[in-house]
């Protein structure tokens, strides 16, 4: 079976509406990154509905102990999550409600082992019963894939693959034609919650992309700033934000950090908004 992008799914999928929307409003979209369950369940449900007010895609992390592309500041949220009670099973109560409140589309981002240890099928068909739009799974070569990729084609969920730039070109067409929704490219080298410079390699390493897939490109792992997400958003059609929205939930207690994040969303939609150029 040949798992591509085109042969996986019907086309116009939730997460390709939410950016083609921000695409016919001249701006990239900006996906939103907070934990599920952190730093209490309640709190983050709140924080979310806020971001999901102003985030065109919102991606929920499911809390895991060995998350091994995040840096200490997702690991700590995700420690903290487990620790507070956090189970999968929260994960699409979670999903089930900013769906029925919202428009964003939801992307849940989660390593294998835990897709795996629940059944890939079942993770699927809950995920898209609870109203998800696909998964960012950063720990799962395309080689390995195949049996998430024919339930999430089953389900009508889209795959988003972490592509990476020192791969060849034959490399990154194999991940792109499996991928679905859009592909992620990394900002920085490294983990997430970097607040260093954009590598200055990555507008080139999006235009390689674009010459090997039709889908969108969302950068993110390491977009910090409402500067950096302007200028990424001149180039990327999604600039995905994640441990900037952690240290404003952190920055006063209770419903005021979640009153931060949602700050800090409208601060970085307002620079996407200015950084694209007027369609000729």
Same mark, same amino acid.
């Given at each position: 079976?040949?798992?591509?992008?085109?042969?996986?799914?019907?086309?116009?999928?939730?997460?390709?509406?939410?950016? &083609?929307?921000?695409?016919?409003?001249?701006?990239?979209?900006?996906?939103?990154?907070?934990?599920?369950?952190?730093?209490?369940?309640?709190?983050?449900?709140?924080?979310?509905?806020?971001?999901?007010?102003? +985030?065109?895609?919102?991606?929920?992390?499911?809390?895991?102990?060995?998350?091994?592309?995040?840096?200490?500041?997702?690991?700590?949220?995700?420690?903290?999550?487990?620790?507070? !009670?956090?189970?999968?099973?929260?994960?699409? #109560?979670?999903?089930?409600?900013?769906?029925?409140?919202?428009? &964003? +589309?939801?992307?849940?981002?989660?390593?294998?082992?835990?897709?795996?240890?629940?059944?890939?099928?079942?993770?699927?068909?809950?995920?898209?019963?609870?109203?998800?739009?696909?998964?960012?799974?950063?720990?799962?070569?395309?080689?390995?894939?195949?049996?998430?990729?024919?339930?999430?084609?089953?389900?009508?969920?889209?795959?988003?693959?972490?592509?990476?730039?020192?791969?060849?070109?034959?490399?990154?067409?194999?991940?792109?034609?499996?991928?679905?929704?859009?592909?992620?490219?990394?900002? #920085? #080298?490294?983990?997430?919650?970097?607040?260093?410079?954009?590598?200055?390699?990555?507008?080139?390493?999006?235009?390689?992309?674009?010459?090997? #897939?039709?889908?969108?490109?969302?950068?993110?792992? !390491?977009?910090?700033?409402?500067?950096? &997400?302007?200028?990424?958003?001149?180039?990327?059609?999604?600039?995905?934000?994640?441990? +900037? *929205?952690?240290?404003?939930?952190?920055?006063?207690?209770?419903?005021?950090?979640?009153?931060?994040?949602? *700050?800090? +969303?409208?601060?970085?939609?307002?620079?996407?908004?200015?950084?694209?150029?007027?369609?000729?």
């Amino acid at each position: 079976m040949n798992l591509t992008s085109s042969s996986l799914r019907a086309p116009a999928s939730h997460l390709e509406r939410a950016l &083609a929307r921000a695409r016919g409003q001249e701006r990239a979209a900006l996906a939103a990154y907070l934990p599920a369950g952190y730093p209490t369940l309640d709190q983050s449900l709140d924080a979310l509905h806020l971001l999901a007010t102003t +985030a065109d895609v919102i991606e929920i992390g499911l809390p895991y102990s060995d998350p091994l592309m995040d840096g200490p500041l997702i690991q700590r949220a995700a420690e903290q999550a487990l620790r507070a !009670g956090f189970r999968t099973e929260h994960l699409f #109560t979670t999903v089930r409600e900013l769906a029925a409140a919202s428009n &964003a +589309a939801l992307v849940v981002m989660t390593y294998w082992q835990p897709v795996h240890h629940y059944g890939p099928a079942r993770f699927a068909q809950r995920l898209a019963a609870a109203g998800g739009a696909g998964v960012v799974i950063p720990d799962l070569p395309v080689e390995e894939a195949s049996d998430w990729l024919s339930a999430a084609h089953e389900h009508h969920l889209d795959t988003v693959f972490v592509v990476a730039p020192n791969a060849t070109d034959q490399r990154l067409a194999r991940v792109c034609a499996a991928a679905s929704g859009m592909v992620y490219a990394p900002a #920085t #080298t490294g983990v997430t919650g970097s607040q260093g410079p954009l590598h200055p390699g990555l507008p080139a390493f999006i235009d390689r992309l674009r010459t090997l #897939t039709h889908l969108p490109v969302g950068v993110g792992i !390491g977009v910090s700033t409402p500067e950096q &997400a302007a200028i990424v958003g001149t180039y990327a059609d999604a600039v995905i934000v994640g441990s +900037a *929205f952690i240290r404003a939930l952190d920055s006063a207690p209770g419903p005021a950090g979640a009153l931060q994040a949602a *700050f800090l +969303a409208q601060r970085l939609t307002d620079g996407l908004w200015r950084s694209r150029p007027a369609a000729a």
